[in-house]
Nanobody, 123 residues
Framework: VQLQASGGGLVRPGGSLRLTCAGNGSAFGTYTVAWFRQVPGKEREFVSAVSWSGGMSKYADSVKGRFAISRDNGENTVWLQMNSLKPDDTAIYYC?????????????????WGPGTQVTVSS
Protein backbone atom coordinates (compact mmCIF):
# COMPACT_ATOMS: atom_id res chain seq x y z
CA VAL A 1 0.00 0.00 0.00
CA GLN A 2 1.29 3.44 -0.91
CA LEU A 3 0.04 6.46 1.01
CA GLN A 4 0.10 10.14 0.15
CA ALA A 5 -0.76 12.85 2.66
CA SER A 6 -1.79 16.33 1.54
CA GLY A 7 -3.60 19.42 2.75
CA GLY A 8 -1.02 20.92 5.09
CA GLY A 9 -0.15 24.57 5.11
CA LEU A 10 0.14 27.75 7.13
CA VAL A 11 -2.88 28.78 9.20
CA ARG A 12 -3.54 31.28 11.95
CA PRO A 13 -4.41 30.14 15.49
CA GLY A 14 -8.08 29.25 15.64
CA GLY A 15 -8.16 28.33 11.99
CA SER A 16 -8.90 25.00 10.28
CA LEU A 17 -7.26 22.62 7.86
CA ARG A 18 -8.33 19.31 6.37
CA LEU A 19 -5.65 16.73 5.73
CA THR A 20 -6.17 13.98 3.16
CA CYS A 21 -4.54 10.56 3.08
CA ALA A 22 -4.93 8.81 -0.25
CA GLY A 23 -4.06 5.14 -0.52
CA ASN A 24 -3.86 2.72 -3.42
CA GLY A 25 -4.90 -0.89 -3.71
CA SER A 26 -7.93 -2.78 -2.55
CA ALA A 27 -6.24 -3.70 0.74
CA PHE A 28 -6.43 -0.10 1.91
CA GLY A 29 -10.04 -0.67 2.94
CA THR A 30 -9.03 -3.49 5.27
CA TYR A 31 -6.52 -1.50 7.29
CA THR A 32 -6.72 0.73 10.33
CA VAL A 33 -5.48 4.17 9.28
CA ALA A 34 -3.93 6.66 11.67
CA TRP A 35 -2.35 10.07 11.76
CA PHE A 36 0.83 10.79 13.69
CA ARG A 37 2.75 14.03 13.92
CA GLN A 38 6.34 14.92 14.64
CA VAL A 39 8.35 18.02 15.41
CA PRO A 40 12.16 18.12 15.10
CA GLY A 41 13.89 16.61 18.09
CA LYS A 42 10.80 14.84 19.39
CA GLU A 43 9.30 11.40 18.93
CA ARG A 44 6.46 10.79 16.54
CA GLU A 45 3.18 11.36 18.39
CA PHE A 46 -0.19 9.67 17.88
CA VAL A 47 -2.99 11.99 16.77
CA SER A 48 -5.95 9.92 15.62
CA ALA A 49 -6.94 6.54 14.19
CA VAL A 50 -9.94 5.08 12.43
CA SER A 51 -10.85 1.40 12.08
CA TRP A 52 -11.13 -0.28 8.69
CA SER A 53 -14.91 0.11 8.69
CA GLY A 54 -14.89 3.65 10.03
CA GLY A 55 -16.95 2.48 12.96
CA MET A 56 -14.33 3.24 15.58
CA SER A 57 -12.18 6.33 15.95
CA LYS A 58 -9.64 7.31 18.56
CA TYR A 59 -7.99 10.62 19.42
CA ALA A 60 -5.09 11.88 21.48
CA ASP A 61 -6.28 13.89 24.47
CA SER A 62 -4.56 16.97 23.05
CA VAL A 63 -6.82 17.02 19.95
CA LYS A 64 -10.05 15.54 21.29
CA GLY A 65 -13.00 17.79 20.48
CA ARG A 66 -11.03 19.73 17.85
CA PHE A 67 -10.05 17.09 15.28
CA ALA A 68 -12.28 14.59 13.47
CA ILE A 69 -11.16 11.59 11.42
CA SER A 70 -13.25 9.96 8.71
CA ARG A 71 -12.80 7.63 5.75
CA ASP A 72 -14.35 6.54 2.49
CA ASN A 73 -13.10 3.12 1.40
CA GLY A 74 -14.71 3.51 -1.98
CA GLU A 75 -12.31 6.41 -2.60
CA ASN A 76 -9.38 4.88 -0.65
CA THR A 77 -9.23 8.10 1.34
CA VAL A 78 -9.02 9.14 4.97
CA TRP A 79 -9.48 12.73 6.12
CA LEU A 80 -8.44 14.55 9.25
CA GLN A 81 -10.47 17.69 9.86
CA MET A 82 -8.54 19.97 12.19
CA ASN A 83 -10.38 22.87 13.82
CA SER A 84 -9.44 25.44 16.47
CA LEU A 85 -5.80 24.95 15.60
CA LYS A 86 -3.14 25.99 18.10
CA PRO A 87 0.57 26.75 17.68
CA ASP A 88 1.28 23.46 19.52
CA ASP A 89 -0.33 21.63 16.59
CA THR A 90 2.57 22.70 14.37
CA ALA A 91 4.30 19.56 13.09
CA ILE A 92 4.78 17.30 10.13
CA TYR A 93 1.71 15.08 9.89
CA TYR A 94 2.02 11.50 8.62
CA CYS A 95 -0.67 9.05 7.67
CA UNK A 96 -0.09 5.39 8.21
CA UNK A 97 -1.98 2.16 7.65
CA UNK A 98 -1.71 -1.38 8.90
CA UNK A 99 -3.29 -4.38 10.49
CA UNK A 100 -3.10 -2.83 13.94
CA UNK A 101 -0.76 -5.49 15.28
CA UNK A 102 -0.17 -3.52 18.45
CA UNK A 103 -1.78 -0.70 20.43
CA UNK A 104 -3.35 1.72 17.95
CA UNK A 105 -1.49 4.68 19.49
CA UNK A 106 1.97 3.22 18.82
CA UNK A 107 3.82 3.75 15.57
CA UNK A 108 5.04 0.16 15.54
CA UNK A 109 1.44 -1.07 15.09
CA UNK A 110 1.42 0.14 11.48
CA UNK A 111 3.05 -1.25 8.37
CA UNK A 112 2.85 1.49 5.75
CA TRP A 113 3.84 5.15 5.96
CA GLY A 114 3.59 7.97 3.49
CA PRO A 115 5.61 11.17 3.26
CA GLY A 116 4.35 13.81 5.66
CA THR A 117 2.66 17.13 5.14
CA GLN A 118 3.72 20.22 7.06
CA VAL A 119 1.18 22.00 9.24
CA THR A 120 2.22 25.36 10.67
CA VAL A 121 -0.02 27.31 13.04
CA SER A 122 1.24 30.82 13.52
CA SER A 123 0.03 34.38 13.56
Amino acid sequence: VQLQASGGGLVRPGGSLRLTCAGNGSAFGTYTVAWFRQVPGKEREFVSAVSWSGGMSKYADSVKGRFAISRDNGENTVWLQMNSLKPDDTAIYYCTAGSNTGPYYTATAYDYWGPGTQVTVSS
